[in-house]
T-cell receptor, first 112, second 116 residues
Framework: EDQVTQSPEALRLQEGESSSLNCSYT??????LFWYRQDPGKGPEFLFT???AGEEKEKERLKATLTKKESFLHITAPKPEDSATYLC?????????????FGKGTRLSVIA | KAGVTQTPRYLIKTRGQQVTLSCSPISGHRSVSWYQQTPGQGLQFLFE???????NKGNFPGRFSGRQFSNSRSEMNVSTLELGDSALYLCASSFLAGGRSTDTQYFGPGTRLTVL
């Protein structure tokens, strides 16, 4: 059974204080690993897709990396508007659009 | 390009009633997936439709059902509502270009269902 574990559950940072969020996963054949951002009362907003170990992607202050067992979301010099819940999900190989399996998320608060 | 839209945004029902939620995918997207999000369980997959056919189904009771129309719009229905069905129901659409096995799922804002 595919599983995703995210840590920490919650993270409180001062503005400008860089940190990393962790996503550990087990999957029977990785098709893709996804990062989403979710604001309260809204649907998840797509950030990145990673397909194979060693891959990295960047967007503004965010950088996602992938190994065979985990992914990291690095946040450099965060701002208060980066406060949100960050969700990690894996998709396994199979026929059709196989479902995403999500972790419980990391709730990030950035204090000015 | 308009995003995924879901209606209604909020619903309040009582136990035993049934409810229908609607999802309009991004124009051109043919795959629609439904997820349930609760504080305790997080996001859990309900089912996925492509070309009006259900291709994948999560581990939910038969009270949860869905369908997809020829224009790719989708509905999900929950019959005989229980208190535990209170959740945010999210719809996600993806394009699924020919030959590609992976395609990003874009989520709508969700429908907040409260069962009293």
């Amino acid at each position: 059974e595919d599983q995703v574990t995210q840590s920490p559950e919650a993270l409180r940072l001062q503005e400008g204080e860089s940190s990393s969020l962790n996503c550990s996963y087990t999957v029977s054949g990785l098709r893709g690993l996804f990062w989403y951002r979710q604001d309260p009362g809204k649907g998840p907003e797509f950030l990145f897709t990673l397909y194979s170990a060693g891959e990295e992607k960047e967007k503004e202050r965010l950088k996602a990396t992938l190994t065979k067992k985990e992914s990291f979301l690095h946040i450099t010099a965060p701002k208060p508007e980066d406060s949100a819940t960050y969700l990690c999900a894996v998709q396994s190989r199979g026929s059709g659009n196989t479902p995403l399996v999500f972790g419980k998320g990391t709730r990030l608060s950035v204090i000015a | 390009k308009a995003g995924v839209t879901q209606t209604p945004r909020y619903l309040i029902k009582t136990r035993g009633q049934q409810v229908t939620l609607s999802c309009s995918p991004i124009s051109g997207h043919r795959s629609v997936s439904w997820y349930q999000q609760t504080p305790g369980q997080g996001l859990q997959f309900l089912f996925e439709y492509f070309s009006e056919t259900q291709r994948n189904k999560g581990n939910f009771p038969g009270r949860f059902s869905g369908r997809q129309f020829s224009n790719s719009r989708s509905e999900m229905n929950v019959s005989t509502l229980e208190l535990g069905d209170s959740a945010l129901y999210l719809c996600a659409s993806s394009f699924l270009a020919g030959g590609r096995s992976t395609d990003t799922q874009y989520f709508g804002p969700g429908t907040r269902l409260t069962v009293l």
